[in-house]
């Protein structure tokens, strides 16, 4: 993890992190090449190793990051939890407005794959995922529409090299305003509750 954001701004629980990426897998993929940078919003899967994992996902053939990938790229991912303007009126002290956030970023090489029967195996187990317990849809390996689409897919796999966790809550003001900026991004995510409160209750300031 770098020097910045200061350490109070960053997360130091692999954990946590991985928690926000479980609850918000929509990533934003970056990745440059002779001059030319691509990004990418796509469901990411996670899966533990030996050492920090790595992600699973796929994207369309057309896609122009199809070239970076199939090079072996180094990219950059980043996961998007809950995120809210704080105006200096949410305070009970006079602050300057600022913008609180829930992030991870993870880095690594990249591996394409374009082999069938491991696209499928990909693409039933991020259904799987994404349905999550109450889903009540099963992808079969036998579903024709997948079938069409597979030729058109480009499946990938990133392992994990590095990684941080920008956790920007109000933790240098007040603890009557930390609370204060809480509110307002649960007044803002009445539906994300259960997962704010989560992220406020495990976070671990690197110290």
């Known amino acids: 993890m770098s020097n910045y954001p200061p350490p109070h701004h960053q997360e130091s629980s692999f954990a946590n992190c991985l928690a926000l990426v479980k609850?918000?897998?929509l990533a934003t993929i970056i990745s440059s090449q002779k001059d030319t940078i691509c990004t990418t919003?796509?469901?990411?899967v996670y899966h533990p190793d030996e050492n920090l994992g790595y992600f699973i996902g796929h994207i369309d053939c057309?896609?122009?990051?199809?070239?970076?990938l199939e090079t072996g790229a180094w990219v950059e991912i980043i996961f998007h939890g809950p995120e809210t303007y704080i105006s200096?009126?949410?305070?009970?002290?006079?602050?300057?407005?600022?913008?609180?956030?829930?992030?991870a970023h993870f880095g690594g090489k990249v591996e394409s794959y374009r082999d069938a029967d491991r696209l499928r195996d990909s693409l039933i187990e991020m259904t799987t995922f994404l349905e999550g317990e109450k889903g009540g849809y099963i992808l079969e390996k036998t579903n024709p529409r997948m079938e069409k689409a597979l030729?058109?897919?480009?499946?990938?796999?990133?392992?994990?090299?590095?990684?941080?966790g920008k956790y920007k809550i109000s933790q240098d003001k007040?603890?009557?305003?930390?609370?204060?900026?809480?509110?307002?991004?649960?007044?803002?995510?009445p539906s994300k509750k259960a997962l704010i409160d989560q992220l406020y209750q495990n976070h671990q300031t690197k110290r």
């Open 23 to 25: 609850a918000a897998p």
């Open 41 to 44: 919003h796509t469901p990411l």
């Open 62 to 68: 057309y896609n122009p990051q199809v070239a970076h």
């Open 88 to 103: 200096p009126t949410d305070y009970q002290s006079t602050q300057l407005p600022t913008w609180n956030y829930f992030k």
């Open 151 to 164: 030729p058109y897919i480009v499946g990938f796999k990133i392992q994990i090299a590095q990684w941080e």
């Open 174 to 189: 007040h603890p009557k305003d930390q609370r204060l900026a809480k509110d307002k991004m649960l007044s803002e995510f």
